[in-house]
């Protein structure tokens, strides 16, 4: 009987990250995409080392996902806006991740987003992948994502309707998430929820995709949490300056009452 227990050839005969292009050539649509997978990353990033001390998480900005060998190999790929995987290294034997090789991996990100920048048909596309070998179809993002990468949510943000769409895969198909009361979608398996937040942020007045934790506080960036700390600093500051002044009032109050029991010839008690 032929031994089955060899590994299959598909991880060690296909290419992996160092071998595969990093870039399809396009190049960013607007210039809040680029800010944006900033500032998710930035105000995630403390909740993600609490969540995983050994640091074995990564998170992909514009990065390609493959999914499939094609020719040319970009074809075989997505690139998510944003996008994160836990308990993977963020590097691969010292080097750099060039991309995201489902092959290599065998891990799915546990979140996709895609910045809108159109209608939101091109995030919406339900197209399969054609049976019949026509590789001039091209498969949709969202059928890519439901059947193939398979991220537990996938959230497609539109900016000029400042509203965020999240689904979460259940059972295999994709489910809208239903906001809460707060008007944010639960990420459970992070603790964080997904929201938009108003607001002014690397010199833009957007409603921006920001994070929130399981009790609706707002997850700071590190330029916020530096301010807040310089307001709590100075708060403390000030605070301190009114107990000197107090104390100096008191002192003087007291020893303007020593002065006039003295002046009636009455020695004050220490």
């Known amino acids: 009987m032929t031994s089955?227990?060899?590994p299959p050839t598909i991880l060690t005969a296909l290419p992996d990250h160092t071998q595969l292009p990093e870039s399809d050539g396009t190049f960013v649509k607007n210039f809040q995409e680029h800010p944006q997978s900033i500032l998710l990353t930035d105000s995630i990033t403390p909740s993600l080392q609490q969540r995983h001390p050994d640091g074995n998480y990564c998170i992909g900005q514009d990065c390609g996902i493959y999914w499939r060998l094609t020719d040319p190999p970009e074809r075989g790929a997505e690139s998510p806006d944003w996008f994160f995987v836990p308990n993977v290294p963020a590097t691969?034997?010292?080097?750099?991740r060039r991309s995201y090789v489902l092959w290599q991996e065998l891990i799915s990100p546990l979140i996709v987003l895609e910045f809108v920048s159109g209608d939101g048909s091109e995030e919406r596309d339900r197209t399969p992948l054609s049976r019949s070998g026509q590789e001039d179809v091209k498969p949709g993002k969202f059928w890519i994502?439901?059947?193939v990468i398979r991220p537990a949510f996938y959230g497609i943000y539109e900016v000029s309707r400042a509203r965020?769409?999240?689904?979460?895969?259940?059972?295999?198909?994709?489910q809208l998430v239903v906001e809460n009361d707060r008007g944010h979608y639960p990420i459970t398996p992070l603790g964080v929820e997904l929201g938009i937040w108003q607001g002014r942020y690397q010199n833009m007045e957007l409603p921006w995709l920001r994070w929130w934790d399981?009790?609706?506080?707002?997850?700071?960036?590190?330029?916020?949490r530096?301010?807040?700390?310089?307001?709590?600093?100075?708060l403390e500051s000030q605070r301190a300056e009114l107990e000197r002044q107090r104390a100096q009032r008191?002192?003087?109050q007291l020893e303007q009452l020593r002065s006039q029991l003295r002046s009636a010839g009455i020695e004050p008690e220490v």
């Open 214 to 224: 399981s009790e609706g506080n707002l997850l700071l960036t590190g330029d916020e």
């Open 164 to 174: 965020v769409e999240v689904y979460h895969l259940m059972e295999g198909e994709y």
């Open 226 to 234: 530096a301010e807040l700390e310089s307001q709590r600093a100075e």
């Open 4 to 6: 089955t227990t060899n």
């Open 145 to 147: 994502y439901e059947n």
């Open 92 to 96: 691969l034997n010292g080097i750099v």
């Open 250 to 252: 008191a002192e003087l």
